[in-house]
C-alpha cells in the first residue's frame, strides 16, 4: 500500500470528454507531482506543485490542466484528449526526497 | 539538457549470480535515485545517494555513487526470482532537485 492515493485507477473517456484524475496525500509533504508513463518507458514529469503553487510546467498541453486546491490533494483535469494521451499517470509527493508514488490512474482514450 | 543513460536494458540472469546495472549521467547532479517498478504497479524507492562515494545496501541490493565520474551502479548479488522487475535510475535536477529525470528502466528477469 501507498501512502500516496490516486482515483480513479481506471479511467476510459472519449476524445470530447471532460474528466478528473484525483491524487492526496496526507503526509504533510510540500511538492506534489504529475507524471506520465508509457508502457515500458520511463515516467515522465508533467508537473511540480511546490507549497501549492505550481513550479514546473513541462510543455504540457493545454488540455491537461492541474490544479492544487490545498497541501494534501492534486488534481488533473483532463479535456479533449488526444489516443496518444492513453499513458499510467502517476502522481507522487515529497517533502525533501525521495518522491513517494501513487499507484496510478490507468487512462485510456477511445 | 540532462540525460540519463542506463545499462543494460535488458538482463535475463540465473538465480544465484551477480550483475550491475550501470547509470551515466550528462551534467553534475548531487541526488541520485533508484526506484523499482514491478508490472502494473507504482514506482518504489530503493535508494537515494547525495554524495561522492555514497554506498547504500539493502538486502541482496546494493549501490553506489560516483560524482566526478557520474556513475552510479546498482549491484545484484546472488538474486532469486523476486527481484524480477523493471529498475529506473533518477537524477535530481532544478533548484531543490524537483526534477527528476530517468533513464530508460533495466528490465530484469530472474529465472529458477
Known amino acids: 500500500d501507498t501512502e500516496v492515493t490516486q482515483t480513479p485507477k481506471h479511467l476510459v473517456m472519449g476524445m470530447t470528454n471532460k474528466k478528473s484524475l484525483k491524487c492526496e496525500q496526507h503526509?504533510?509533504?510540500?511538492?506534489m507531482y504529475w507524471y506520465k508513463q508509457k508502457a515500458k518507458k520511463p515516467p515522465e514529469l508533467m508537473f511540480v506543485?511546490?507549497?501549492?503553487?505550481?513550479?514546473i510546467n513541462e510543455s504540457v498541453p493545454s488540455r491537461f490542466s492541474p490544479e492544487c486546491p490545498n497541501s494534501s490533494l492534486l488534481n488533473l483535469h483532463l479535456h479533449a484528449l488526444q489516443p496518444e494521451d492513453s499513458a499510467l499517470y502517476l502522481c507522487?509527493?515529497?517533502?525533501?526526497?525521495?518522491?513517494?508514488f501513487g499507484d496510478g490512474t490507468r487512462l485510456s482514450i477511445l | 539538457e540532462l540525460k540519463v543513460e542506463q545499462n543494460p536494458l535488458f538482463l535475463s540472469m540465473q538465480e544465484g549470480k551477480n550483475y550491475t546495472i550501470y547509470c551515466n549521467y550528462s551534467?553534475?547532479?548531487?541526488?541520485l535515485y533508484w526506484y523499482r517498478q514491478d508490472p502494473g504497479k507504482s514506482l518504489e524507492s530503493l535508494f537515494v545517494?547525495?554524495?561522492?562515494?555514497a554506498v547504500k545496501q539493502e538486502g541482496r541490493l546494493m549501490a553506489s555513487l560516483d560524482t566526478k565520474a557520474r556513475l552510479s551502479t546498482l549491484h545484484i548479488t546472488a538474486a532469486v526470482h523476486d527481484l524480477s522487475a523493471t529498475y529506473f535510475c533518477?537524477?535530481?535536477?532544478?533548484?531543490?532537485?524537483?526534477?527528476?529525470?530517468f533513464g530508460k528502466g533495466t528490465l530484469l528477469t530472474v529465472n529458477p
Open positions: 551534467t553534475t547532479s548531487d541526488r
Open positions: 533518477a537524477v535530481g535536477s532544478g533548484g531543490s532537485n524537483y526534477k527528476l529525470t
Open positions: 545517494l547525495l554524495s561522492n562515494g
Open positions: 503526509m504533510g509533504h510540500r511538492a
Open positions: 506543485y511546490s507549497y501549492e503553487k505550481l513550479s
Open positions: 507522487a509527493s515529497s517533502q525533501d526526497f525521495p518522491q513517494h
